[in-house]
């Protein structure tokens, strides 16, 4: 039997080698069994990467509401970007876009966080524009 280490470390893997279809067998199963011992960075990452690689939309639903539970958990701006991306590719543009917003006005305005900021402009203007995001 397999330990909740060696399980993260799977998907890890597969979320590295880009083995998609097999992150997303791997992280429906894991979250069955550990669900409750995930944290909120590792809800929004594996919400992110099911978001940007799977076509099933209800794995996109899935990764949303893992998301959600992730935002309440810890209102991150990293946490609501991913909230707004997924809302996104749901087609509910007005609500990404809002969230997008959101996400942005939270960052802190430091030098540090200066690439941060211009990325998640950048995911903002594709959102207006209605372009494809990934």
């Known amino acids: 039997m397999a330990t909740l ?23 429906q ?27 099933d939309t209800a794995l996109v639903r899935q990764a949303l509401d893992w998301c959600e539970r992730a935002v309440k958990e810890k209102p991150d701006p990293q946490f609501i970007g991913t909230k ?5 590719r749901l087609g509910d543009t007005d609500q990404a876009i809002r969230l997008q917003e959101e996400a942005i006005s939270r960052i802190e305005d430091k030098m540090e966080n200066k690439y941060q900021i211009e990325y998640q402009q950048k995911l903002l203007d594709k959102m207006k524009k209605g372009e494809e995001i990934r």
């Open 29 to 55: 199963q894991f979250m069955k069994q550990y669900a409750h011992q995930v944290d909120a960075s590792e809800l929004n990452s594996f919400a992110r990467s099911l978001g940007r690689n799977t076509r």
């Open 5 to 27: 280490i060696t399980e993260k470390f799977r998907l890890q893997w597969y979320q590295r080698s880009k083995s998609y279809d097999l992150f997303e067998q791997g992280v």
């Open 84 to 88: 707004a991306f997924l809302l996104y």
